[in-house]
C-alpha cells in the first residue's frame, strides 16, 4: 500500500523555522517527483514547491521562493521542506505528494502554526 | 499566474441528482486540468486528470469535459459519499493553481 506521512510540523513563533519530513513507505520514492501543497484553515490548496526523482531540479511558488527549500533523501525514502522566516500566512496544513505534474498520492498533512 | 476561478461556491442537491461543477482558466490550459475530492479533515483525492481521464477506481458516474478555458466535472447520480469539495487544478503553467473549491452539500 502506498503512503506518505508527513511530521514536523506545529507552533512557530513569526521569523522562525521549521523542517518538515515527509517518509514513503510501499513504494519507492526515488521513482518519484514529489510536491508540497499546503492548505490554510478553512481555504483552498496551494502548490509551494516540487522536486524532480533525480533532485537536479526544483520549482517553488512566489510566495515561498527565497524562505523555503524543497529536498530528498532517496537513500531514506523521505522528502523535506525546510522552512525558514515564517509568517502567519504560512499557518497551514502541509501536504506532501506525488506526481510531475497532478497529485495522485498524498500524505495526512501536518499543521503548522505561525504564531507569536 | 493562471487564476482558476470555480463556480457555484456551494452546490445544494439531493442523493441521485445530476451535478455539474464549472472551472473556468484566466488563460488556455488546453487539457492540462485535473480534479480533487476532499473531504472534511482529510486529504485530497485524485478524481481526473487530462481533462477527463478517471483515475484508477474512481466511480464511472464522474466525468470531466472541456478545453482551452472552460472545463465541467460532472457527477451523473449523486451518492451521498460524494458530498464533500471538489477542487480543480491546471498543470499547463507554474506555478500549478487551484481554484478556490466548490462545495456540495446535502440539501
Known amino acids: 500500500e502506498v503512503r506518505l506521512v508527513e511530521s514536523g510540523g506545529g507552533l512557530v513563533q513569526p521569523g522562525g523555522s521549521l523542517r518538515l519530513s515527509c517518509t514513503a513507505s510501499g513504494f519507492t520514492l526515488s521513482n518519484y517527483e514529489m510536491n508540497w501543497v499546503r492548505q490554510a484553515p478553512g481555504k483552498g490548496l496551494e502548490w509551494i514547491s516540487n522536486?524532480?526523482?533525480?533532485?537536479?531540479?526544483?520549482n517553488y511558488a512566489e510566495s515561498v521562493k527565497g524562505r523555503f527549500t524543497i529536498s530528498r533523501d532517496n537513500a531514506k525514502n523521505s522528502v523535506y521542506l525546510q522552512m525558514n522566516s515564517l509568517r502567519a500566512e504560512d499557518s497551514a496544513i502541509y501536504y506532501c505528494?506525488?506526481?510531475?505534474?497532478?497529485?495522485?498520492?498524498w500524505g495526512q498533512g501536518t499543521l503548522v502554526t505561525v504564531s507569536s | 499566474d493562471i487564476q482558476m476561478t470555480q463556480f457555484p461556491y456551494t452546490l445544494s442537491a439531493n442523493v441521485g441528482d445530476k451535478v455539474t461543477l464549472t472551472c473556468r482558466a484566466s488563460q488556455s490550459i488546453r487539457s492540462w486540468l485535473a480534479w480533487y475530492q476532499q473531504k472534511p479533515g482529510k486529504a485530497p483525492h485524485l478524481l481526473i486528470y487530462?481533462?477527463?481521464i478517471l483515475e484508477s477506481g474512481v466511480p464511472s458516474r464522474f466525468s470531466g469535459s472541456g478545453s482551452g478555458t472552460e472545463f465541467t466535472l460532472s457527477i451523473s447520480r449523486l451518492q451521498p459519499d460524494d458530498f464533500a469539495t471538489y477542487y480543480c487544478q491546471q498543470y499547463n503553467t507554474y506555478p500549478w493553481t487551484f481554484g478556490q473549491g466548490t462545495k456540495v452539500e446535502i440539501k
Open positions: 487530462k481533462v477527463s
Open positions: 505528494a506525488t506526481g510531475d505534474v497532478y497529485f495522485r498520492h
Open positions: 522536486i524532480s526523482s533525480s533532485d537536479n531540479n526544483k
